[in-house]
């Protein structure tokens, strides 16, 4: 199971991190990747100042915003499918 991690610490959750959590999830459902990816919850990534971030397992903490969502999960997560 693939682990991705959307802050919802207060800094993210004013910037929209359910937002990002909805995008996200739907774009799992689209590539039918409910069995292989989860979403979880984290109260803090430590990059407030850079809200909403996310990172893949222990990956790299990146900003997301409703607008980079669909390249993040096309660069990122499905790249971990890919072999």
């Known amino acids: 199971m693939l682990n991705i991690y959307v802050c919802v610490g207060s800094a993210c959750h004013s910037k929209g991190s359910y937002n990002i959590i909805n995008q996200l999830q739907q774009l799992i459902a689209e590539k039918n990747l409910e069995e292989k990816v989860v979403i979880k919850a984290a109260l803090c990534l430590g990059n407030c100042t850079n809200a909403v971030s996310a990172r893949v397992e ?3 903490i990146v ?21």
């Open 58 to 60: 222990d990956g790299e």
């Open 63 to 83: 900003t997301l915003s409703s607008e980079t969502v669909r390249s993040f999960f096309e660069k990122v997560v499905m790249k971990k499918f890919i072999i």
